[in-house]
């Protein structure tokens, strides 16, 4: 899996994540629970994974939705 974004953004988050769903790309959102560490407060980056063949088509859904991306995985 690769990593198309990180935020603490929720409402950015899930937008994503209707997005992503919506185009039936699978995908994980890793470290939804670190506020039990950072005591909710929203400071760590939730991460949105991608398996590595769908990567390239989240990335053109999310700038198609005008989403800034990071550079590409490995670039």
């Not at 974004?5 to 899930?14: F, H, P, Y």
């Amino acid at each position: 899996m690769k990593e198309l974004i990180k935020s603490n953004d929720a409402v950015l988050l899930s937008f994503i994540e209707a997005l992503l769903k919506e185009a039936t790309i699978p995908y994980q959102i890793a470290d939804q629970h670190m506020s039990i560490i950072e005591g909710s407060l929203g400071v760590l980056p939730r991460r949105v994974l991608i398996h590595d063949e769908d990567y390239d088509a989240a990335r053109r859904i999310l700038t198609g939705a005008e989403i800034e991306l990071p550079a590409p995985y490995g670039k």
